[in-house]
């Protein structure tokens, strides 16, 4: 077999293959007499029918056959033999295929970077001190007061507050013409809330059970449905009951109801969650800041196809999120073309600290072991209160066991570097 290596790019390369004709006509007798032995030709006991018959009724069959095994068998081949390790399959364009003459083909491919650790130790990286609002657990229990609130009629003769929940029934009209859909009936509405466009809830605050008021508003630029966006619309509203909320009172009994003692553990446990929170977003925050120290120190060119692998598996979770949030296509287009560029940067770096990160754990021997393995598995179990066996066997899948082995690994890197660095 003759191979020859091209490097197109510092990252692209292309073998040109030619397979010797003895091993091409090894390869049709193989296939042929593997055919000969398993069909049944009309007239003939199975494994009896003349080869000559075999070869002129699965001829095109065997030459497929035939390539594809030859490619397979010397594409692997070539790669050992150069030391060369894919990112990505193959782009295989194939010659003409003659049983006894020479087969020859080229397959392109990208290769992995040749990583070159320039510094990955005294990196200068700060962590943000943790910083508690003075306000924030009364803020929490007001949102839990909130959450916890009794709607009741409005009994006195009053116009409608911020704070009020008016009770409507609502209606665009454009020239005159009704707008689909612009209409509710029925529809609930609490004043000062901003979930509908500018305008709307304040030009209700005053108005009275009972009572019509057409609001002449217009729809932001940038509203999600097109349709409407920038539009100049006539809404007609009647007002047909009138609500507020009651909040509860802070009291022990109010801290039973949402799941403590009293309320002094009732504050104490809003601002332990509100701790922990924050440490872990900063921890993560601090993590984030030292790889992206670690890249700029040691430049990583990215493989073309793991680049659009790595932005395709952004773009999925973007998707799935904006359509949970009721996003169409047409909004999800638009967002993908605002943050192009984002998506790129993001995605290759990404890339750049995953090689980064193998590359110091082996140099400083600090790769996932089995025992890491089965350590922070038992540690999930303990964590979820999930059976241990439940995540041992979900973990035997090879693309679980390798994203868990990856993070573990990536953690006792970070972690490694964390003790190595300047300002943490």
């Known amino acids: 077999m003759k191979v020859n290596v091209e490097e197109l790019s510092p990252l692209e390369r292309r073998l040109n293959i030619e397979v010797p004709p003895e091993e091409v006509s090894a390869a049709f007798d193989k296939i042929y007499q593997s055919l000969q032995r398993d069909v049944t030709i009309k007239g003939f006991r199975k494994g009896k029918a003349p080869m000559a018959q075999i070869k002129t009724m699965y001829a095109d069959r065997v030459k497929g056959d035939v390539a594809n095994q030859l490619v397979q068998d010397s594409y692997s081949k070539a790669l050992d033999q150069n030391s060369l ?9 194939i010659s003409t295929l003659d049983e006894g003459k020479p087969f020859s083909f080229t397959a392109q491919f990208e290769v992995r970077p040749e990583i070159k650790l320039q510094q990955y ?7 943000e001190e943790l910083k508690i609002a003075d306000d924030h657990v009364d803020k929490v229990i007001e949102n839990i007061r909130a959450n916890h609130s009794q709607r009741e009629n409005v009994l006195e003769d009053r116009a409608a ?3 009020d929940i008016v009770i409507i029934d609502f209606e665009g009209f454009r020239n005159g013409q009704p707008v689909p859909n612009t209409k509710g009936d029925d529809f609930e509405l609490e004043l000062g809330s901003s979930s509908f466009i500018p305008g709307f809830e304040e030009g209700l605050v005053g108005t009275r059970v009972g009572q019509d008021r057409s609001l002449d508003l217009t729809f932001p630029e940038n509203y999600h449905a097109k349709d409407l966006a920038g539009s100049a619309i006539t809404f007609k509203t009647k007002v047909k009951a009138l609500k507020k909320k009651t909040l509860p009172e802070i009291n022990n009994e109010f801290a039973q109801k949402v799941g403590f003692e009293d309320v002094t553990k009732l504050r104490e446990g809003i601002l332990e969650d ?14 984030n800041r030292l790889l992206k120290a670690l890249v700029e120190r040691n430049p990583v060119e990215v ?5 659009e692998e790595q932005k395709q598996l952004l773009l999925n979770d973007v998707r799935g999120r ?3 949030q009721g996003m169409g296509e047409s909004e999800f287009q638009e967002y993908v073309q605002k943050w192009d560029k984002d998506l790129n940067e993001s995605a290759a770096f990404m890339i750049q600290s995953s090689f980064l990160i193998h ?10 072991t089995n025992e890491d393995l089965e350590n922070k598995m038992a540690e999930y179990a303990k964590q979820t209160g999930i059976e241990l066996s439940k995540l041992k066997g979900f973990y035997k899948e090879n693309d679980n066991r390798s994203r868990l082995m990856y993070k573990i690994t990536e953690d006792k890197v970070v972690d490694f570097l964390k003790s190595k660095t300047k300002g943490a």
């Open 85 to 93: 390790n894919p990112v990505n399959f193959p782009n295989i364009q």
């Open 121 to 127: 130790t005294g990196l200068t990286v700060d962590k």
């Open 161 to 163: 507050i911020n704070g």
């Open 274 to 287: 509100h701790k922990a929170s924050e440490e872990k977003r900063l921890t993560e925050e601090y993590k």
């Open 303 to 307: 493989p073309k196809s793991m680049l």
């Open 322 to 324: 904006l359509t949970q």
């Open 359 to 368: 590359a110091i754990a082996d140099k400083e021997n600090l790769a996932a």
